[in-house]
């Protein structure tokens, strides 16, 4: 069975940092390029930073330079480092995997281009 699976989320203090961890299971995450998302409470969920098959990489404005994506195709995982955390950046994190197109990092933050999502995995930054 096709399946994404996140981890490494939790509470955590504001500037302090994360991991996340998005597992594949039943097909090879480095044909797909990945793409992390996340859903803050009442608002609607966005774009947070992808990565192509290739290693490209894009970040969400708000979180440039502070966040980072990176794949490991031998353990069939993809990361987001998250530093300089925020309580602004508290959400449940989602990561999603997109069938690789010319143009898809255009569109890197269209949700409906990605053929798979994991369950997600809450984030709390607070004091």
């Known amino acids: 069975q096709v399946q994404l699976v996140e981890s490494g989320g939790g509470l955590v203090q504001p500037g302090g940092s994360l991991r996340l961890s998005c597992a594949a299971s039943?097909?090879?995450?480095?044909?797909?390029?990945i793409g992390w998302f996340r859903q803050a409470p009442g608002k609607e969920r966005e774009g947070v930073s992808y990565?192509?098959?290739?290693?490209?990489?894009y970040y969400a404005d708000s979180v440039k330079g502070r966040f980072t994506i990176s794949r490991d195709n031998a353990k069939n995982t993809v990361y987001l480092q998250m530093n300089s955390l925020k309580p602004e950046d508290t959400a449940v994190y989602y990561c999603?995997?997109?069938?690789?197109?010319?143009?898809?990092?255009?569109?890197?933050?269209?949700?409906?281009?990605?053929?798979?999502w994991g369950q997600g995995t809450q984030v709390t930054v607070s004091s």
């Open positions: 999603a995997a997109a069938f690789p197109s010319p143009n898809l990092w255009v569109l890197w933050a269209t949700q409906s281009k990605y053929r798979y």
């Open positions: 039943a097909f090879t995450l480095g044909a797909y390029a």
């Open positions: 990565i192509s098959t290739i290693g490209s990489t």
